[in-house]
């Protein structure tokens, strides 16, 4: 990404120092069109529903339920679900239950980093509504005020049958070519970034991580 | 080589390109084989094996990808031509015109340079990436790599001794008439140690270090994304059947026909794989003395072998 400073279309990165600013990419993201062939837009679709490959990222205590999705009783390799260490290389991000501040922050550069299309399942009630730590002074009550969610599995903690309903549906939803969440983000970044900014006090980060 | 004429030439690129197809192809299936081989073994079904070719044209149609500078561009570039030019000079299939790709006298020698060439390629585009796990990673693999390319090159000096030539497709020739004649008989030595540089090769466990998932978030390639993996993907595959087709030829009396082929490669590659399920893995320093120890010892062995037996 270039490092334009002159262009209007970049961040402000004010969390930065001044000698921090030169290090990082301060480009705005763009959404992003569909491909103007149809049938090309559709066989992406349904390569991108059929290879789905989870970043290796656990936030709370609901991400356990991952782990038996792996493993021989529901194995969902055989959906072409994969596990991948990396941002850069994975499609959907799984917060697995309470997001903390301080995770919270964490998760945003890792979803930053991922390349679109990418999709949000959030597990648990936690994400949704806060579910028991609904009081607590430092995790946040709704997810969503963050990061666009695709798919919301509640229940604490679901069911490992729960998260791979939700998989499957979300496999259908990418199919039809729904799932937008990643355009969402961008084109209301503006609040998105306000909001997190007003939990995040320590703001030390772009304000775009590239 | 001299070319009757242009259109002649044409012909060999385009029966290249086909050769090149097939092994991609293949190379793919028999990942995906693998795959659910161990997934048999870990009691689970296993990918579909149209997965690799959903895998790539996933990340092909991925809508963004960013860049970490030329340099980025050129290492999958770089890791795919180290592939391609690999194979453009192995005969696949014996006495097949069609097939026997640009093999010439000398071709031994530029297989194996290309065979580093991409990897070093691949160094470089994953060094500028800037990512902390890729320089390690590369770290890790260029040692492991310059550990086992000591037995591998011993195994090939001493073959080429043997048959005195540095052309695959003569190797290949004087192995003919029956598996008396395969290297792994006559000059088993060498085959030795050579396979044992083939489990480093392969990267599976116990020599899986550099690429390491949960540690150092899969090694080099961890900052590659969208279209660039979608190279590395099909290198891998391309690239790890190459190297199959490879040992085949220098050790195993090569193939007259893609069925030979393929059951010969299938059956090297789980060599790797049973070693691979069956053991743990190494730390890059017990690796490496791995390499340096036995497995060179037999490679200097197959040379004193073929000088004192063979000769
Ligand atoms: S929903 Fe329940 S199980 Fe999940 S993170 Fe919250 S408290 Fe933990």
Request: charge should be positive.
């Amino acid at each position: 990404m270039s490092k334009d400073r002159s262009s209007k279309n970049t961040m402000e990165n004010s969390g930065l120092s001044a000698d921090e600013q030169l290090l990082f990419c301060n480009a705005r993201p763009e959404p992003y069109k569909p491909y103007s062939i149809k049938a090309v837009e559709d066989f992406a679709n349904w390569a991108r529903a059929n290879s789905l490959w989870i970043l290796a990222f656990g936030t709370g205590c609901c991400s356990i339920e991952l782990r038996p999705l792996m493993t021989a009783r529901f194995d969902i390799s055989r959906f072409g679900i994969a596990g991948r260490p990396t941002p850069r290389q994975s499609s959907v991000f799984i917060i697995g239950g309470y997001v903390s501040v301080k995770t919270l922050k964490r998760i945003i550069r890792s979803y930053e980093q991922m390349q679109g299309p990418k999709f949000i399942i959030a597990l648990g009630s936690c994400p949704a509504n806060g579910g028991m730590y609904f009081d607590s002074y430092n995790t946040i009550n709704q997810f969503d005020l963050y990061l666009p969610v695709d798919m919301y599995v509640t229940g604490c903690m679901p069911r490992p049958e729960a998260l791979l309903a939700a998989i499957m549906e979300l496999k259908e939803d990418i199919k039809v070519g729904n799932c937008d969440g990643a355009n969402r983000y961008v084109e209301n970044l503006d609040w998105y970034k306000a909001n997190q900014k007003k939990v995040i006090k320590n703001w030390d980060m772009p304000d775009y991580n590239w | 080589m001299i070319y009757a004429s242009m259109s002649e030439w044409f012909g060999r690129v385009g029966n290249f390109g086909l050769t090149l197809l097939i092994v991609t192809v293949y190379g793919l299936l028999v990942g995906a084989l693998i795959e659910r081989i161990i997934a048999k073994v870990q009691g689970r079904v296993g990918i579909p094996y149209s997965q690799p070719f959903i895998n790539i044209a996933k990340t092909f149609f991925k809508r963004t990808a960013v860049s970490h500078g030329i340099m980025f561009y050129l290492g999958p570039v770089f890791r795919i031509a180290g592939g391609i030019g690999t194979l453009a000079f192995i005969p696949v299939i014996y006495g097949s015109e069609m097939f026997s790709n640009f093999s010439m006298a000398g071709d031994l020698f530029l297989v194996i340079y290309f065979m580093f060439f991409g990897q070093l390629g691949m160094a470089l585009g994953a060094g500028e990436s800037g990512h902390p796990y890729s320089a390690i990673g590369i770290a890790r693999g260029l040692s492991q790599m310059t550990a086992y390319e000591v037995p591998f090159a011993l195994a090939v000096i001493s073959i080429v001794i043997q048959y005195d030539t540095l052309s695959i497709t003569e190797i290949v020739a004087a192995q003919q008439g029956g598996w008396q004649n395969w290297t792994v008989i006559t000059n088993w030595v060498a085959t030795l140690a050579a396979m044992l540089a083939f489990l480093g090769m392969t990267g599976y466990s116990p020599f899986d270090i550099f690429l390491a998932p949960q540690e150092i978030p899969i090694g080099p390639p961890t900052e590659f994304h969208s279209a660039y993996l979608s190279f590395l993907q099909i290198n891998r595959a391309l690239f790890g059947a190459t190297k199959l087709v490879l040992f085949m030829n220098l050790f195993f009396g090569g193939a007259t026909g893609w069925v030979e082929l393929m059951i010969k490669t299938l059956l090297i590659y789980m060599v790797a794989i049973v070693v691979g399920v069956a053991f743990p893995r190494f730390r890059v320093d017990q690796g490496i003395r791995f390499f340096f120890k036995i497995p060179t010892l037999i490679g200097i062995m197959s040379i004193v072998y073929v000088q004192m037996v063979l000769a």
